[in-house]
């Protein structure tokens, strides 16, 4: 079956580092996707990662693992600013369908 | 703005009514996805239209139907409605490897 696993809430202080790991299963897959909601809002992408390997986009990273169904969101020098729910999602590669986690909701605390 | 646009924004109606919400995406995207976000929860999949046609179905209730049209606008039509449809709607379209939402439409069932 499909299955997208992401903790639930995690806090940082700002200024610091944090990383959010995400781990999937699913029947075929084409990719995984980041995406920023903060609350009440429509999520924004963030990152696409379809081989294996870092991708940087300024204060923020993304790493995908295929063979171990990984991946985690790095976000640096923390900004009140990045609270907000950070949603990973894989693709299946049979109908390009997204599979979505939860969600993990990131606390930035001063 | 990601250039997706969703009417109404909110909604508020009673148990046992219809309802139905719209969505025009981007120019050019084909793809319109449906999703469902009850509070504090993931998003969840319903139904992906692709230049007209349905492409992909998710956990969208049988009460529940949708269409794209030939100027690509969508609407997703949910009847019989029940306290526990209440949740925020989103559509997002795309035309490559990124998504983008639209705003949402709040359903309130009284």
């Known amino acids: 079956g499909q299955n997208i696993d992401q903790p639930t809430e995690m806090t940082a202080t700002e200024g610091a580092i944090v990383q959010i790991n995400c781990t999937y299963q699913t029947s075929g897959f084409n990719g995984l996707f980041w995406y920023q909601q903060h609350a009440g809002e429509a999520p924004t992408f963030l990152s696409y990662n379809v081989l294996d390997g870092l991708e940087e986009k300024g204060r923020f990273s993304s790493f995908l693992s295929r063979s171990k169904g990984y991946s985690y969101l790095l976000l640096k020098e923390l900004q009140m600013k990045d609270s907000a729910s950070y949603l990973c999602a894989a693709r299946m590669d049979s109908n390009y369908q997204l599979i979505w986690g939860a969600g993990t909701k990131l606390i930035i605390k001063p | 703005d990601s250039g997706v646009t969703q009417t109404p924004k909110h909604l508020i109606t009673a148990t046992g009514q219809r309802v139905t919400l719209r969505c025009s995406p981007r120019?050019?995207?084909?793809?319109v996805y449906w999703y469902q976000q009850s509070l504090d929860q993931g998003l969840q999949f319903l139904i992906q239209?692709?230049?007209?046609?349905?492409?992909a179905k998710g956990n969208i209730l049988e009460r529940f139907s949708a269409q794209q049209f030939p100027d690509l606008h969508s609407e997703l039509n949910l009847s019989s409605l029940e306290l526990g449809d209440s949740a925020l709607y989103f559509c997002?379209?795309?035309?490559?490897?990124?998504?983008?939402f639209g705003q949402g439409t709040r359903l309130t069932v009284v």
């Open positions: 239209y692709y230049n007209g046609e349905e492409r």
């Open positions: 120019s050019g995207d084909l793809s």
């Open positions: 997002a379209s795309s035309v490559g490897e990124e998504a983008f």
